[in-house]
T-cell receptor
Framework: DAGVIQSPRHEVTEMGQEVTLRCKLI?????LFWYRQTMMRGLELLIY????????DSGMPEDRFSAKMPNASFSTLKIQPSEPRDSAVYFC??????????FGQGTRLTVV | AQSVTQPDIHITVSEGASLELRCNYS??????LFWYVQSPGQGLQLLLK??????LVQGIKGFEAEFKRSQSSFNLRKPSVHWSDAAEYFC???????????FGTGTQLKVEL
């Protein structure tokens, strides 16, 4: 298996634009986590899904952020409109319930 | 709610010296515990995990960790550090059953040659 695949690896966008980050889970995994990493706040859990259902989205900073799992192997994290303070590295991770999470390489987002 | 504390933000050791990174968790029942390592510009890689059983667990790259319930700790150790171990190390906890994975703030390890 190729592991968790995130795209794009780097994204530079202008403030106010919509940004969509993508994540492909490891085949057979049924839990999906979205994290944001910054120097100031470290690793923050934004949202996680079990079996395509959002379980806890309390970490989603604002209504500008939304995440979906249209199917069991794919997820998107959308920011609309984007702001400079959204600049961070966004990671997704997948796991089988109650086992270790495997991380993607991350998407470095820069909002100018 | 579960939480993880890594009290050391930065640690510097000499190559060949031993290493211990501290991790304390807060959770009422037996947690599932993990250590991850992150090299610059990379994602997080699992070093080792504890679910149950033997409280001393072995991981990759010569790392080990010991679960101590009485101290709510899961410290990471390596007897002899290599320069390539320089990275950021994260302790994480989940309560299992499909619950969220919570990370500590990380410890940045620097290795002096």
């Amino acid at each position: 298996d190729a592991g968790v695949i995130q795209s794009p690896r780097h994204e530079v966008t202008e403030m106010g634009q919509e940004v969509t980050l993508r994540c492909k889970l490891i085949s057979g995994h049924n839990s999906l986590f979205w994290y944001r990493q910054t120097m100031m706040r470290g690793l923050e859990l934004l949202i996680y899904f079990n079996n395509n259902v959002p379980i806890d989205d309390s970490g989603m900073p604002e209504d500008r952020f939304s995440a979906k799992m249209p199917n069991a192997s794919f997820s998107t994290l959308k920011i609309q409109p984007s702001e400079p303070r959204d600049s961070a590295v966004y990671f997704c991770a997948s796991s089988l319930v109650s086992t270790e999470a495997f991380f993607g390489q991350g998407t470095r987002l820069t909002v100018v | 709610a579960q939480s993880v504390t890594q009290p050391d933000i930065h640690i510097t050791v000499s190559e060949g010296a031993s290493l211990e990174l501290r991790c304390n968790y807060s959770y009422g029942a037996t947690p599932y515990l993990f250590w991850y390592v992150q090299s610059p510009g990379q994602g997080l890689q699992l070093l080792l995990k504890y679910f149950s059983g033997d409280t001393l667990v072995q991981g990759i790259k010569g790392f080990e960790a010991e679960f101590k319930r009485s101290q709510s700790s899961f410290n990471l150790r390596k007897p002899s550090v290599h320069w390539s171990d320089a990275a950021e190390y994260f302790c994480a906890v989940t309560t299992g059953g499909g619950n969220k994975l919570t990370f500590g703030t990380g410890t940045q390890l620097k290795v002096e040659l």
